[in-house]
């Protein structure tokens, strides 16, 4: 029963705790802790996610203002601007990102069968790519980017099904996007469709030994031969549909095995594309699909830096910003879960703006969602007189 329990108690309930616990005893987060758990601290920081708190001193004065019912939302421990820096500060935000693993794991399975506008059954999709931060060289001296300037990247590998991020890096702004195919373990059978950017032979080689299949866009003056064509539907945009071999000095020795090259024309853009992969088994126009579809990841990006709070950062110690960072994370899959356990047909975005304004109502979470869209009802008896009936 939720009834005279809060909205933000009910959304919580969602959290595993006993593997929270878990995380927490792998990096011994609260040793020598007496008062302020790091829950305590996932709780506060998940808070000001939800409703867009813009410092440490907003969350402080807005739970202090809600004293009486912080036991209820689960928050056991007195709340002081001071003892939540410290906590991120000091707290190793590995405790976060491996939570955060978790809950992952469990949105894919939810979002497994998701529709994502590309006729793929039973295969995994993902769109890798980063975005930048940008920070304040004196704040952030040890995100160094430019002489001047201060940044981070968050690499992402996102499943596309339910756009479900299920990898992310940190890193300094200085660190090119192609090195973080160093840390991905490619999975049997997945595709990766990416930009030109992260475009290296050696390590899409890599993908390749591992039967795992890429779809990416090739760079300009690439050497290659030609083996083979096969026919083309030029009315669907295509222009060719090649099987080439790499002829470049390093190039064929990075990737000695064929590739597919296929060539297509944007009527909406008026742009070509050329393709690169290594599956010759799906129609050349599903590839470009595919790779069109890489866009979502782009939009994720956009979306979470508009609704969640990783563009200003509480703390300026790296161990905070990647606390802060992966809290948003959890946050945003959670929410996704969420969505899928109550059957919601809401979006991310309403769902979020409605709990941002709702969290210490004393209501069944499922009945407050059942009434957001619910008409206007109108009384045909009424006093009021109608604007185009004076």
Same mark, same amino acid.
């Given at each position: 029963?939720?009834?005279?329990?809060?909205?933000?108690?009910?959304?919580?309930?969602?959290?595993?705790?006993?593997?929270?616990?878990?995380?927490?005893?792998?990096?011994?987060?609260?040793?020598?802790?007496?008062?302020?758990?790091?829950?305590?601290?996932?709780?506060?920081?998940?808070?000001?996610?939800?409703?867009?708190?813009?410092?440490?001193?907003?969350?402080?004065?807005?739970?202090?203002?809600?004293?009486?019912?912080?036991?209820?939302?689960?928050?056991?421990?007195?709340?002081?601007?001071?003892?939540?820096?410290?906590?991120?500060?000091?707290?190793?935000?590995?405790?976060?990102?491996?939570?955060?693993?978790?809950?992952?794991?469990?949105?894919?399975?939810?979002?497994?069968?998701?529709?994502?506008?590309?006729?793929?059954?039973?295969?995994?999709?993902?769109?890798?790519?980063?975005?930048?931060?940008?920070?304040?060289?004196?704040?952030?001296?040890?995100?160094?980017?430019?002489?001047?300037?201060?940044?981070?990247?968050?690499?992402?590998?996102?499943?596309?099904?339910?756009?479900?991020?299920?990898?992310?890096?940190?890193?300094?702004?200085?660190?090119?996007?192609?090195?973080?195919?160093?840390?991905?373990?490619?999975?049997?059978?997945?595709?990766?469709?990416?930009?030109?950017?992260?475009?290296?032979?050696?390590?899409?080689?890599?993908?390749?030994?591992?039967?795992?299949?890429?779809?990416?866009?090739?760079?300009?003056?690439?050497?290659?031969?030609?083996?083979?064509?096969?026919?083309?539907?030029?009315?669907?945009?295509?222009?060719?549909?090649?099987?080439?071999?790499?002829?470049?000095?390093?190039?064929?020795?990075?990737?000695?095995?064929?590739?597919?090259?296929?060539?297509?024309?944007?009527?909406?853009?008026?742009?070509?594309?050329?393709?690169?992969?290594?599956?010759?088994?799906?129609?050349?126009?599903?590839?470009?699909?595919?790779?069109?579809? &890489?866009?979502?990841?782009?939009?994720?990006?956009?979306? /979470?830096? #508009?609704? *969640?709070?990783?563009?200003? %950062?509480?703390? $300026? =110690?790296?161990?905070?910003?990647?606390?802060?960072?992966?809290?948003?994370?959890?946050?945003?899959?959670?929410?996704?879960?969420?969505?899928? &356990?109550?059957?919601?047909?809401?979006?991310?975005?309403? /769902?979020? #703006?409605? *709990?941002?304004?709702?969290? %210490?109502?004393? $209501? =069944?979470?499922?009945?407050?969602?059942?009434?957001?869209?619910?008409?206007?009802?109108?009384?045909?008896?009424?006093?009021?007189?109608?604007?185009?009936?004076?």
């Amino acid at each position: 029963m939720n009834t005279g329990r809060t909205i933000f108690s009910q959304v919580m309930d969602v959290l595993p705790l006993w593997q929270f616990r878990k995380c927490v005893a792998r990096y011994d987060g609260e040793r020598k802790v007496k008062h302020f758990s790091c829950l305590d601290q996932l709780l506060c920081m998940a808070f000001a996610q939800l409703s867009y708190r813009e410092s440490l001193r907003d969350v402080e004065v807005c739970l202090r203002a809600m004293r009486s019912k912080l036991y209820h939302m689960g928050i056991r421990s007195h709340i002081a601007k001071s003892t939540l820096a410290d906590a991120n500060e000091n707290r190793d935000w590995r405790i976060y990102a491996d939570f955060a693993q978790i809950l992952i794991a469990e949105a894919r399975i939810l979002y497994a069968h998701d529709d994502f506008g590309v006729t793929l059954k039973e295969v995994t999709v993902y769109a890798l790519d980063s975005t930048t931060i940008d920070l304040c060289l004196s704040l952030f001296p040890w995100a160094r980017f430019r002489h001047t300037k201060a940044a981070i990247k968050l690499h992402t590998l996102l499943n596309l099904r339910g756009s479900i991020p299920e990898f992310i890096h940190i890193s300094e702004g200085k660190m090119h996007d192609v090195n973080v195919l160093d840390l991905l373990i490619p999975q049997p059978g997945s595709y990766y469709v990416m930009d030109r950017g992260y475009v290296d032979f050696a390590r899409l080689h890599v993908i390749h030994q591992a039967s795992a299949f890429f779809v990416t866009r090739a760079k300009r003056g690439l050497v290659f031969q030609r083996i083979a064509s096969r026919r083309v539907k030029k009315s669907t945009g295509l222009r060719s549909d090649q099987t080439i071999r790499l002829t470049g000095v390093n190039t064929a020795t990075d990737y000695p095995e064929p590739l597919r090259r296929i060539r297509f024309h944007d009527a909406d853009t008026k742009k070509t594309f050329v393709f690169l992969t290594n599956n010759f088994t799906l129609s050349a126009l599903t590839v470009a699909h595919l790779y069109k579809a &890489r866009w979502r990841v782009e939009l994720f990006f956009k979306w /979470i830096k #508009q609704h *969640l709070r990783i563009k200003a %950062f509480y703390g $300026t =110690s790296e161990n905070a910003v990647k606390t802060q960072a992966w809290i948003a994370v959890s946050v945003y899959v959670l929410v996704a879960i969420l969505k899928k &356990r109550l059957g919601l047909s809401q979006s991310l975005y309403t /769902i979020l #703006q409605f *709990l941002s304004v709702s969290l %210490f109502e004393k $209501t =069944s979470i499922l009945q407050a969602f059942s009434n957001i869209e619910d008409p206007l009802e109108i009384d045909p008896n009424a006093n009021q007189l109608l604007l185009f009936e004076l």
